[in-house]
């Protein structure tokens, strides 16, 4: 089965479907990827965290039929390479 995670920013409130049938869409696809580490396990992995972010990330198993989670992210300041 498949999940769908829609992001939701906290900036502007506007949201779009990064995983859809637990595939990564085009325009995500450079950063984030689904880990399948065990059956019904589906998270999302975010490469390069950046500030923008920063938001509400739902996972919807199943179509919609299944279960829903919710999570916040809050990405706080950026690090810097010294030399």
């Known amino acids: ?5 829609r992001y939701r920013s906290a900036a502007t409130s506007d949201g779009a479907y990064v995983v859809v049938s637990g595939h990564v869409q085009d325009v995500f696809k ?3 990827r689904l880990n399948r580490t065990d059956p019904g396990q589906h ?9 923008d972010d ?16 919710e999570y916040r ?11």
Not at 55 to 63: K, L, P, Q, S, V
């Open 43 to 51: 998270s999302l992995v975010i490469s390069g965290l950046r500030i």
């Open 30 to 32: 450079d950063r984030f």
């Open 1 to 5: 089965m498949g999940a769908d995670w």
């Open 73 to 83: 992210l809050t990405v706080r300041g950026q690090s810097a390479l010294l030399q």
């Open 54 to 69: 920063h938001g509400r990330y739902t996972c919807t198993e199943d179509a919609g039929l299944g279960d829903r989670h």
